[in-house]
């Protein structure tokens, strides 16, 4: 990530811990207008908390909180005024950084043949503020997908070099929370530029921040704030282990890899075939799931055409689709392709797990497939099966 | 000089209500260019001109219904290059399919005063039933832009770019927030065909199945969860029969509810 080098910073080196009175946290969306930056994060609709733009330190869920299950999502009304104590919810971060549905470039026809017009792509910087560790782990994880190896998503790369990342730490975990199965959390280790701890003590209400990049700490110069931190690193710490204690789902990864690759064949893939909607919700709650697909559209005149890019899945039909017919044609090795790729193969590609322990999967699964129950019940009876091309 | 022949474009109408006709109607500027570009040779809702066939294009709404519609659908067919079937009476037999399920004398008796001048068949069945058909566009009503794709594909000599996978992928583009998860609404999406653009779960409802079933409907896991949310049985069967009662996922789940 480039940084900007002429950012004013009256902060020194070692106060690399400040802290935020709850009056003086509005000055936080001041300074972030102020530099430039659109701030998105969590906020109340649909009767849940969402991702959209906020306006104001009034659009977040002040007092709002969530208790997620399998296939269930409530909003519930907290006893305190937290701005930040709830769960995550049914949007992921990806979708300001590698949105849903965009167009690519638009033609027209001419004498000379066809002429390219290139989209032009969103100039605005984002901070993306509440993002939670399994959520910041998830993005590091896209990063990979998108900006390592030879070639660069250029759309993602515009996104995310300017975007922000004020981390939360997670005060409570929700039913279907297992980051910590996943090493993701709950406490934010790095990679962020900012990190709030929001402490709401019997008459106080405060935020802990870490200063994580040279940017955040330009943020943090126009922010009323204190350097009395002493014991701020003990109540941040506290508080993950309070948060991971929390933990409603568990996944023993030990061997993981081996394990859903070596059970190929097991009995459960039908059985949770017999369950799966094979509706890609998972696919699109993930927030480390990056699939698209491309479509090609024609105006009537056949002068003028246009790409579009927009999120695919591979619980859909045409994701494999190909001269000799589908790849994947039944639910078992849909849902099989999905859960090895997430668990086992994205270590061969990527070099580490493509799942966060973040529960959306499970929460937003219409009925309930829950990943972690599946993975138990292949490793509690191992029947089998190597990778056979023809059980495809 | 060769001068380009402008297709010809017929739509043509069997047991329905218009509303798929209409959506063409609809299309306001864009009919405008689909007017330019093609001969509309035979539109009873637009004009009462008719030009002779063959056709290069046949957009067929509704279903068969009659021994009559029977023998003409043969003849549209033979004079069609192409024939696409739009909404869901046309591709599945539509609403008045429920007459399916019972025998369709006890509704004439009823319904009419003069049920000797009613010469209608057993069943509502939908066009693929009776000649072959090249695309089949799902919907009660079609979505209007799905239509000027269908026919832009089909003049462009390329695949309409149609998805066929559920309603929920449209609500996850959209960011729409699932209703049944969030809410405990009873919903239809994860077997539904996508097209419509998931609009009733952005109104707070439950998919309602207007696009017929999505290209694997899991119809039998998808009743399990509706009756963990507490939907009775007899509820159960009237959710799967609606427009697309007779398409054959939610005919078999529908009945096997009864």
């Known amino acids: 990530m480039e940084k900007n080098e002429t950012r004013p910073c009256t902060l020194s080196a070692e106060k690399e811990i400040v802290a935020v009175a709850r009056k003086d ?33 009034d659009d977040l869920p002040s007092g709002w909180t969530d208790e997620q299950d399998g296939a269930t999502y409530r909003l519930k009304k907290r006893s305190d005024e937290a701005l930040f104590g709830y769960n995550v919810g049914p949007h992921a971060w990806k ?106 003590a019997e008459d106080a209400h405060y935020f802990i921040v870490e200063i994580g990049s040279e940017q955040g700490a330009g943020i943090m110069a126009n922010v009323p704030h204190s350097n009395q931190t002493q014991g701020a690193e003990k109540a941040i710490q506290a508080i993950a282990t309070n948060t991971a204690q929390q933990m409603g789902r568990v996944m023993d990864t030990e061997n993981i890899q081996a394990l859903l690759q070596d059970n190929f064949e097991h009995s459960r893939w039908d059985d949770v075939a017999s369950r799966c909607l094979t509706c890609a919700n998972c696919t699109m709650a993930c927030p480390t799931c990056f699939c698209s697909t491309v479509e090609d559209v024609t105006d009537i005149t056949g002068d003028h055409a246009e790409r579009w890019r927009q999120w695919d899945s591979c619980f859909t039909m045409d994701f494999t689709y190909m001269n000799h017919g589908h790849a994947r044609a039944s639910a078992k090795s849909r849902y099989r392709q999905w859960m090895t790729h997430k668990l086992s193969t994205w270590f061969d590609q990527f070099g580490t797990s493509g799942c966060v322990g973040c529960g959306r999967c499970i929460t937003w699964c219409p009925v309930a497939i829950d990943i972690t129950e599946e993975v138990s019940a292949i490793r509690a009876n191992q029947t089998g099966g190597k990778p056979a091309s023809s059980s495809l | 000089m060769t001068v380009k022949r402008k297709p010809k474009l017929a739509v043509w109408k069997f047991a329905s209500c218009d509303g798929c006709q209409l959506s063409l109607l609809d299309c306001e500027d864009d009919l405008l260019t689909v007017a330019n570009e093609i001969e509309i040779a035979n539109f009873p ?100 832009y799905q239509l000027v794709e269908v026919i832009n594909a089909f003049l462009n000599h390329r695949k309409p770019a149609i998805s066929p996978h559920s309603t929920c992928v449209e609500c996850k583009l959209n960011g729409t927030v699932c209703v049944m998860v969030a809410q405990g609404t009873p919903c239809l999406g994860p077997v539904t065909h996508a097209g419509c653009g998931a609009i009733c779960p952005s109104y707070n409802r439950g998919c309602y199945g207007c696009y017929g079933p999505m290209e694997t409907p899991n119809t039998k896991a998808l009743s399990r969860r509706w009756q963990d949310l507490g939907v009775e049985k007899p509820d159960l069967v009237r959710a799967f029969r609606g427009f697309n009662a007779w398409a054959d996922p939610f005919r078999k789940e529908s009945e096997s509810h009864e």
């Open chain 1, 25 to 57: 946290f509005p000055a936080l969306f001041d300074s972030l207008w102020a530099n430039g930056f659109r701030i998105l994060g969590p906020t109340l609709g649909e009767g849940a908390i969402v991702y959209d733009e906020l306006h104001g330190v």
């Open chain 1, 95 to 200: 979708k300001f950084l590698f949105p849903p549905k965009l167009r690519l470039w638009r033609a027209e026809a001419s004498n000379n043949g066809l002429n390219i017009i290139e989209e032009k792509q969103t100039e605005q910087k984002f901070a993306l503020i509440g993002v939670k560790a399994c959520e910041l782990k998830a993005i590091l994880i896209q990063d990979q997908v998108f900006l390592g190896g030879e070639y660069a998503d250029p759309i993602y790369q515009n996104r995310r070099k300017d975007a922000l990342l004020i981390a939360v730490n997670c005060t409570q975990a929700g039913k279907t929370c297992f980051c910590v199965s996943m090493n993701a959390g709950p406490r934010v280790e790095s990679g962020f530029d900012l990190c709030l701890t929001e402490v709401l």
């Open chain 2, 45 to 144: 809702e637009a004009t009462r001109a008719v030009i002779k066939g063959p056709y290069d294009l046949s957009l067929v709404e509704g279903s068969i219904t009659t021994p009559r519609d029977a023998e003409r659908i043969v003849k549209i067919r033979r004079q069609s290059k192409y024939l696409v079937t739009i909404g869901a009476c046309a591709t599945a037999g539509g609403i008045q399919a429920l007459r399916n399920f019972k025998d369709v004398k006890d509704f004439i008796s009823i319904v009419y005063a003069n049920p000797e001048y009613i010469d209608t068949l057993k069943k509502s069945t939908p066009i693929a039933d009776h000649i072959s058909v090249d695309f089949e566009l799902r919907g009660c009503p079609i979505n209007k």
